[in-house]
């Protein structure tokens, strides 16, 4: 069964960093859309960053601030946090789509904290 396995997050002060990493267990599949969601308590669950083949797509949010990098050898996906923000504090999940079947997957969430 596949599972994605996240890490990096955690409590920062305001204008910190973190990085968020996330890879797969338990699977050979490809994926050929990986990103990040985040849900704060309240809210609902929203779109981060996106990574599609050679595209990648960001929230108006964290554009200038956050990247989303990729390395297909390891089907892994990361997100470098710069400049960080109360307002960037949630649960932010990992997000697969499997090549071919279109299959989607989740991470079970990692908390990130900024404190101001």
């Known amino acids: 069964q596949v599972q994605l396995v996240e890490s990096g997050g955690g409590l920062v002060q305001a204008g910190g960093s973190l990085r968020l990493s996330c890879a797969p267990s338990?699977?050979?599949?490809?994926?050929?859309?990986m990103g990040w969601f985040r849900q704060a308590p309240g809210n609902q669950r929203e779109l981060v960053a996106i990574?599609?083949?050679?595209?990648?797509n960001y929230a108006d949010s964290v554009k200038g601030r956050f990247t989303i990098s990729r390395d297909n050898a390891k089907n892994a996906v990361y997100l470098q946090m710069n400049s960080l923000k109360p307002e960037d504090t949630a649960v932010y999940y990992c997000?697969?789509?499997?090549?071919?079947?279109?299959?989607?997957?989740w991470g079970q969430g990692t908390q990130v904290t900024v404190s101001s």
């Open positions: 338990g699977s050979t599949f490809l994926f050929n859309t």
């Open positions: 990574s599609r083949g050679s595209s990648t």
């Open positions: 997000y697969a789509k499997r090549m071919g079947s279109g299959f989607e997957y």
